[in-house]
């Protein structure tokens, strides 16, 4: 197990009353031993996605627009709360600090503030598997990009936190930021508000821009590490580098597809008629 670096300066922001009794090492302990429970619920997960399918083929669509919006809610305010108070200790240490020290230091999982959300995070990666159902249960189309990045963030997370690994404050806020921004896009439509197509543009290029972050952040610490100042370990950084790069490229193709091949073939038609 990796030592975890203490902190030499003082944190000045408010703790609540759970996030300062949360439990971090019996945490990380638990994980240690029941981290691979992540492979079983992504064989779960696989076979009801497409059990699933086959056994709505040939069924009608569900009408779940209520569910989804409580769905789809409930999961924007845990990333919005998430994303403010994981940012505000990555800030934190980013101006007292310095950046090399946001990416290195593992306070991100024992620290004031952050420790909590950084268990969060991990296991919310299992109970979001849940937005597949939605899909399967409405009969839209389900995208490989969509079932390969929930079943290897469930994998990676399980796997990096146990480690307490560098880069992880950078990981899981981005994650956290992200997904505020998408789950309250997705309880909007849900809803029924119309909402302008370039906040969907906004949203993908996040993902992107979070996806170049990681692939980025992964080549820091590998280099860091060579110094023995940056705690991760070289099969780590490789399913990071791998995982972060095969999203890269899904999400810029998902991009091109949706936003840019579809506007260039929207405005040939116009031109044509």
């Known amino acids: 197990m990796l030592q975890l670096n203490e902190t030499d300066f003082h944190l000045p922001l408010s703790e609540f009353s759970f996030e300062r009794r949360f439990d971090d090492r019996g945490a990380i302990r638990w994980m240690q031993a029941n981290w691979s429970k992540s492979f079983v619920f992504s064989a779960l997960y696989a076979a009801l996605v497409f059990g699933g399918q086959h056994y709505m083929k040939p069924r009608p669509k ?147 821009a979070q996806m170049a972050m990681g692939l980025t952040v992964s080549g820091l610490v590998y280099g860091w590490m060579q110094q023995g100042d940056c705690p991760s370990r070289l099969d780590n950084i490789t399913w990071a580098a791998l995982m972060y790069l095969s999203y890269l490229l899904l999400f810029s193709n998902f991009f091109y597809q949706t936003y840019l091949r579809r506007h260039a073939a929207d405005a040939k038609a116009h031109k044509t008629e």
């Not at 569910?67 to 789809?72: D, F, K, N, Q, R």
């Open 62 to 208: 569900m009408n779940l627009r209520r569910p989804l919006v409580l769905w789809s809610l409930s999961l924007a305010l845990f990333s919005i709360i998430g994303a403010v108070r994981t940012g505000s200790y990555m800030l934190h240490i980013l101006s007292s600090s310095g950046f090399r020290r946001s990416i290195c230091d593992q306070s991100f999982y024992s620290g004031p503030v952050s420790k909590f959300w950084a268990y969060a995070f991990v296991l919310s990666k299992a109970p979001e598997l849940g937005d597949t159902a939605f899909i399967v249960l409405r009969k839209q189309k389900l995208l490989f990009l969509h079932w390969y990045h929930h079943i290897t963030v469930l994998l990676y997370s399980w796997y990096s936190y146990k480690d307490m690994v560098a880069g992880g404050g950078w990981f899981m806020t981005m994650n956290y930021a992200v997904h505020a921004l998408m789950y309250s896009y997705y309880a909007a439509r849900a809803g029924g508000v119309r909402v302008p197509r370039p906040f969907a543009v906004l949203i993908t290029s996040a993902q992107i």
